[in-house]
């Protein structure tokens, strides 16, 4: 399977990432790509990310049969409307958004008619740094992608994305928008809220600086995902807030038996409560297989 070209739409680190593994797996012979920012596509052509730069999105459809949009969620509805009238009727299109259900309203709005050639995707990988002079052909390799097509989806296109995300190495599974953006609150997004949450914590108190020269990996590897690009970052966070929200509701409850089981050991010299709720997570934490980042 390959394709003659890709309409890459947004030159960053999951775009160009994208770009960099079809093109070394052979999956799309030519990339035209653009971005908003004439510097990102600048350095995708210094790098060869994309073979030619394109002055609109919709100049970068023009002629290709595979689409990606790799921008902040909040752009899709727009871009995807712009590049309507320059979609064939046999191009596929993706997106690799870390929200779903607000993807699907948008492309539903933007693409209209040819909304069943739009199949939502989130593959799970990243890393903190953001642009595309950190893109790697190897960042989807052995991940996870959730493909979230709705009723409209025609699962010729949905087919054609799960192979294409398969043959780049990635484990496909398919759920509905409102699954996964539940699933993803619990495992990613609250996860970097209280990433944040904690460092600010810190950098708030007057010995926060004297605290930080003291952190070892464990704090590294527990704050790691805090220097996530903050745009992005608020835009999931928007995006997802309800069913954010709901997962921190759970987080706090669990906070707060230990913080009780804690009051109680120091109060009574019991400490059986604590350690029963310390095995629980460690248990669950050491049973857990970790393939990929989430994003």
């Not at 997106?95 to 779903?100: E, F, I, Q």
């Not at 607000?102 to 990243?126: K, N």
């Not at 903190?128 to 950190?134: A, K, L, T, W």
Request: charged share 15%; hydrophobic share 50%.
């Amino acid at each position: 399977m390959s394709f003659q070209q890709l309409g890459l739409i947004g030159c960053g680190l999951m775009g160009g990432s994208f770009a960099l593994a079809a093109k070394r797996a052979g999956l799309v012979q030519k990339v035209v790509g653009f971005s908003p920012s004439f510097s990102s596509v600048q350095k995708a052509l210094d790098m060869g990310v994309i073979d030619e730069a394109a002055k609109s999105a919709a100049q970068a459809v023009q002629g290709s049969d595979l689409v990606l949009l790799a921008l902040p969620v909040a752009a899709t509805q727009a871009t995807l409307a712009l590049i309507r009238p320059a979609l064939d009727s046999s191009t596929l299109v993706m997106d690799v958004g870390s929200t779903k259900t607000d993807v699907v309203q948008a492309a539903q709005a933007g693409l209209q008619d040819r909304m069943g050639q739009f199949v939502p995707a989130h593959p799970i990988a990243g890393k903190e740094v953001s642009g595309v002079q950190f893109a790697d052909a190897h960042l989807y390799a052995q991940q996870q992608v959730i493909l979230t097509p709705v009723e409209a989806t025609q699962a010729a296109f949905v087919q054609r994305a799960h192979n294409l995300w398969s043959a780049l190495g990635c484990q496909v599974k398919l759920m509905s928008p409102q699954d996964h953006d539940a699933a993803f609150a619990a495992v990613s997004h609250l996860p970097h809220l209280l990433a944040f949450a904690f460092m600010n914590s810190l950098s708030a108190q007057a010995q926060g600086p004297d605290f930080l020269a003291l952190a070892g990996p464990g704090f590294r590897d527990f704050t790691r995902i805090a220097a996530s690009e903050p745009h992005m970052w608020r835009d999931i966070l928007m995006a997802n807030a309800q069913e954010v929200l709901a997962q921190s509701q759970h987080f706090q409850q669990q906070l707060q038996a230990l913080e009780l089981a804690l009051n109680q050991a120091l109060s009574t010299g019991q400490s059986e409560a604590l350690m029963k709720l310390i095995e629980q997570a460690s248990t669950q934490r050491a049973g857990l297989a970790m393939g990929s980042k989430a994003s």
